[in-house]
C-alpha cells in the first residue's frame, strides 16, 4: 500500500499569510495527487486534482504543484473561510490519504 | 444541482450490520461510479471501495473485503454500503463520494467531487 504523509500536521496563521503544506508519498505516483479542505462537522471539499489542476469554483489562491513523491499545496493569501483541514490523496493505486494539516487561527 | 442525501444515523451492537443509504440527484446516477469513505471521531479519512452503479460491479479495498457489499438500485438513484460484523472501532462517519470522470469515459479517476453528507455509524454494547 501507498503511505502518505503530510507536513506540517498544524499551522497557526493570519488572514493574509501565505500558507505552504507538504504531502510526501511512499512511492512515485506520478502527478495522481489530490487535496481536499475540511470544515468541522462537513465532508471533504475537493480543492486540487491531478496534482495541480484547479477544481472548478475553487478559488485561485489555491494552487498545488509537484510529481513523484513530493507534493505542495499553497494558499496564496490565506482568508477567514480558509481555516480547516486539509487532506491530500493519492489516486495512483486505489486510494490513500494523508493524515491532514489543521491550519488555524495565529 | 448535484446531490447525494445518506440516510441518518445508527446506534448498533457490536457484530451487527449496518446499511447506508446514499440517493444521488442532480445528474445521471449511472454515469459514475460512487465510492465511500469513513472518517472515524477525529481521526483522517479512509477509502472503502466502489460501486459501479451501471454494471453493479464492485471494489472494495482489502481491509474491508469479506466485512462490506456495496449495491444499488438505479430505479431510485440510489447506493448502499453494507457493513457486517461491527466493532467498535467501526464507529465513523460513513460517506459516499462521486468520482469525477464519467463512466463510460473507461478508467475511473479515484478523486471524488462531491460527497454525501455523512452518515455517524456508532457501535457500542
Known amino acids: 500500500d501507498i503511505q502518505m504523509t503530510q507536513s506540517p500536521s498544524s499551522v497557526s496563521a493570519s488572514v493574509g499569510d501565505r500558507v505552504t503544506i507538504t504531502c510526501r508519498a511512499s512511492?512515485?505516483?506520478?502527478?495522481?495527487l489530490a487535496w481536499y479542505q475540511q470544515k468541522p462537522g462537513k465532508a471533504p471539499k475537493l480543492l486540487i486534482y491531478a496534482a495541480s489542476s484547479l477544481q472548478s469554483g475553487v478559488p485561485s489562491r489555491f494552487s498545488g504543484s509537484g510529481s513523484g513523491t513530493d507534493f505542495t499545496l499553497t494558499i496564496s493569501s490565506l482568508q477567514p473561510e480558509d481555516f480547516a483541514t486539509y487532506y491530500c490523496?493519492?489516486?495512483?493505486?486505489?486510494?490513500?490519504f494523508g493524515p491532514g494539516t489543521k491550519v488555524d487561527i495565529k | 444541482q448535484v446531490q447525494l442525501v445518506q440516510s441518518g444515523a445508527e446506534v448498533k451492537k457490536p457484530g451487527a450490520s449496518v446499511k447506508v443509504s446514499c440517493k444521488a440527484s442532480g445528474y445521471t446516477f449511472t454515469g459514475y461510479y460512487m465510492h465511500w469513505v469513513r472518517q472515524a471521531p477525529g481521526q483522517g479519512l479512509e477509502w472503502m471501495g466502489w460501486?459501479?452503479?451501471?454494471?453493479?460491479?464492485?471494489n472494495y479495498a482489502q481491509k474491508f473485503q469479506g466485512r462490506v457489499t456495496m449495491t444499488r438500485d438505479t430505479s431510485i438513484s440510489t447506493a448502499y454500503m453494507e457493513l457486517s460484523r461491527l466493532r467498535s472501532d467501526d464507529t465513523a462517519v460513513y460517506y459516499c463520494a462521486r468520482d469525477t470522470v464519467l463512466l463510460w469515459f473507461g478508467e475511473l479517476s479515484y478523486y471524488f467531487d462531491y460527497w454525501g453528507q455523512g452518515t455517524l455509524v456508532t457501535v457500542s454494547s
Open positions: 512511492q512515485g505516483i506520478s502527478s495522481w
Open positions: 460501486i459501479n452503479p451501471n454494471s453493479g460491479g464492485t
Open positions: 490523496q493519492q489516486a495512483n493505486s486505489f486510494v490513500t
